[in-house]
């Protein structure tokens, strides 16, 4: 480079330094640095952590507190990673998190409005995969623990199969017994489970692209 100007380049157009006598100049075209960056993410996120329809687990495991955001990510991805050792830690992870805040009532966490709405409208959906899918079956109910915290939640209390309302604890264990079931069926029958996995079952029901995205929250119970 001559005397007068020198360059530093990342990202070949997105991001460059210029600096001539006594000034210095920082053109960065940020847009296309952002787009280069969720391109490079989506090629290198791993199956097991694709989105559900319009819900990316990014962004719903990330604000989450250690414990309870943990369990998500192993249930999220159990199906298609490790199967029954996945669904295991996310017991692991429920009991240290219902130890911490089971018998207190449910505390609020700070998600996008947008995921709230997303979470509350995939529960809703996946209703009627999880009498036939585990996979489903273990979503639904720890997307309802998440649900219990959101700040914008006008619902009754949700209530168990004899009508009487159910507190954080009871829609925790909830979660924890379901994932459960797995450990008490014959081997064959729980490796068969721990397969089952809501991706294919949306793509079977040929829902892989259905938008269940809404203005506002649902309130219907």
Known sequence: MGGNHSYLSRHSDCYRILWGPGCWVLACH???????????????????????LYLDPADVIGP?????GAAVKYIWRAPLKNGGDDYMKAVDCLIRWQ????????????????????IRN??????QFEAKNYHAFILRRILNVLFESCPERDLPPRRDIWGKPMAYTDTLTE???????????TQEYSIELYKQNIWQALNEANLAKYDFTQETLSVQE
């Not at 989450?64 to 309870?68: E, I, S, T, V």
């Not at 130890?99 to 997303?118: I, S």
């Not at 979660?175 to 069926?185: A, H, L, Q, S």
């Open 64 to 68: 989450l507190p250690y414990w309870l």
């Open 99 to 118: 130890r911490l805040h089971g018998f207190a009532p449910a505390p609020r966490l700070k998600l996008d409005y947008r995921t709230w709405v997303n």
């Open 30 to 52: 940020a847009r296309n640095l952002v787009n280069t960056h969720r391109k490079e993410n989506i090629m290198n996120t791993p199956e097991h952590y694709q989105p559900i």
């Open 175 to 185: 979660t924890v017994n379901g994932i459960n079931v797995g450990r008490y069926v």
């Open 122 to 127: 995939l529960s809703d959906l996946l209703e």
